[in-house]
């Protein structure tokens, strides 16, 4: 991206010429206002499109450009001085345009051109080939119409390794092309591959409708991971991307309100029924750049959760999207205290709402069109979202559950930028729990003042866990042996994840993990497993946050021995999590068990609930037996359960 173009993704038109001292207001879609460059108070000629970065006077001045037009008309600057003007606004540290960068931005047209062969390929292939005929249908099934089908330029990638490239190669591009556009992968030994096979292909664009890359859902059940992007390059940044967004901005524009909601097909359904400013964040952690991308628009973002993700268990550990569903990516994170400091910078309006336990968008418009708009106006500010969920359930007339609340909303409102927004949260935290208000503000964190607040990274993908204990208690030291073999082998964790898949039981989870600091390392070597720019193992070393570097080099050295090549340390590793497995479970049954004598005695009709846990429990108990039986009994030391 040039610097003429990054300034402009960077600032919006509509903000340089408001702050400049001209008074806009909406006019549809476009803004209007008197124009700065000729007197007049009469009629306002002065037309700002946010849409295409431009203005216009229609009247005495006929003239119009885009943003350095501007501001070299409004300040009598030369290009070069409003170029630099602007990018010390947008914060960006300009450099000439290198004969390598020219090359670059050359080849990158290169790129999208095959990226655009390669669209064309896969949908020619969903319609008009034996074996995507298949897949058409399952699109039916999903009430996707023929002609939602062609505008999402949905595709097939088939499962033979030859036709991709013989085609693209037919259309003029070279394999090497192939390779950087991530059409292709290459294995150690060389040989190029389609990175995609036998999955639905997802074309991805940017807001401008220029193709970056793709998402591929697996068709088959034991296929890993079952959603697979592009490999991160040059074109392909998933953290600045939202899935739909060339075919949604003009209608978040003309609605000013956008939604976000969790999956490629969640954004397809929501369009075909006339919801069009659905987008997705494609399972990535909501950043600050989707966010801006999305606040030239609008300054109303509406998340749009399922129950699990917007539910109290989720809530405090980042807004954590349980995706089960086959439609889904893995564990996107909507961390509440992020988005809360991004609203501030942003001076956005974000919101959360739940959908129906169980339901997605498409069932949801399908069975009621008009549900759809009822369940965002009922979305909430993030820290209403939040009180709530944590409250749902519970027995707020027990003192020690209104503390515990009281501990895990207080931090939230604190993080308010807004004192009337932070007062307005407290007063409606002291009505829920009952309590006096004056006692909540003897509670409440102090806000630090934004100068001396040191900036914090993201909240990792990581569901509620314990601080890690000594690294000789029992279960922390199996985590920390299966760590120290994935983290030096990450690709072993396909060879898990098909075997337990062969045996009725789901993949490998961070929610394998007890101890937060292991999952986090996992995370890691599952995201390592997903880029293509570094050897899986230095990636996840590199990626490491600073807190974690002594434990990994324990980890490290307790596992140096192993040679991961040998097979004994794959059926080591496969036992261990299987052991490791039925050991929650069985301690979840006698969990249960307690509960349920307790439900019986009271009479509490929940004590059937608990019976039906423990039959799962133990059904998946029997899967985990039958597993164990199967797996080869040798192993290491170390994965040992005492």
Known sequence: MSNVEEIKARLAIEDIVSESGVQLRRAGKNLSGFCPFHSNTRTPSFAVFPESGTWRCFGQCNEGGDIFKYVMKKEGL????????????????????????????????????????????????????????????????????????????????????????????????????????????????????????????????????????????????????????????PLFDKGSLLYGMDKARKVIRTQDEAVLVEGYMDVIALHQAGYANAVSPMGTALGEQQLRTLKRLTTRIVLALDADAAGDKATLRGLEVARKSLDREADPVFDARGLLRHEGRLQADIRVTSLPDGKDPDEIVSADPEAWPRLLLAARPIVEHVMYSLAAGKDLQDAKVKRELAAQVLPLIADVPSPVERDSYTQKLARL?????????????????????????????????????????????????????????????????????????????????????????????????????????????????????????????????????????????????????????????????YLQQQAQQEGDLKASEYQQLMIQNTQTLLRLDQALANAPKRGLPQGRLP
């Open 78 to 233: 030369d290009f070069a001085e409003a170029l630099r003007r602007l990018a010390d606004r947008a914060g960006i540290q300009l450099r000439p345009t290198s004969p390598m960068e020219q090359a670059a931005k050359e080849q990158h047209g290169r790129l999208r051109d095959a990226l655009e062969a390669a669209v064309r390929f896969y949908h020619q292939q969903l319609t008009t080939t034996p074996a995507g005929s298949q897949v058409l249908a399952y699109l039916h099934g999903r009430n996707l119409t023929d002609e939602t089908i062609a505008t999402f330029e949905l595709g097939y990638a088939p499962d033979a390794l030859e036709p991709l490239s013989t085609a693209l190669q037919q259309a003029g591009f070279t394999l090497e092309e192939m390779l950087e556009a991530g059409i292709l992968s290459q294995a150690d030994d060389g040989r190029r591959y389609p990175r995609f096979r036998h999955r639905l292909i997802f074309p991805i664009r940017d807001a401008n409708g220029k193709m970056a890359g793709f998402g591929a859902r697996a068709l088959r059940d034991e296929a890993t991971p079952k959603y697979l992007n592009s490999a991160q390059n």
């Open 433 to 593: 729990l009952q309590v006096d208000e004056r006692s909540l503000m003897a509670e409440r964190p102090s806000r630090q003042p934004t100068a001396r607040r040191r900036p914090s990274a993201p909240a990792p993908n990581l569901p509620e866990a314990r601080p890690l204990p000594n690294i000789e208690d029992s279960t922390v030291r199996l985590e920390s042996h299966c760590m120290g073999i994935i983290v030096r082998q990450p690709e072993l964790l396909y060879r898990v994840d098909r075997a337990l898949l062969e045996a009725g039981l789901p993949r490998l989870s961070i929610n394998d993990f007890e101890h937060s600091d292991h999952q986090e390392m996992f995370r890691l070597s599952r995201e390592a497993l997903e880029q293509n720019e570094q050897e899986p193992y230095s990636y996840a070393l590199q990626k490491l946050p600073m807190s974690l570097l002594d434990r990994m080099e324990e980890i490290l050295q307790r596992s140096e021995e192993f040679d991961t090549e040998d097979e004994k340390v794959f059926e080591d590793l496969l036992r261990t999590f299987l052991l490791l497995r039925r050991r929650v479970l069985r301690k979840g049954n006698e969990q249960m068990r």
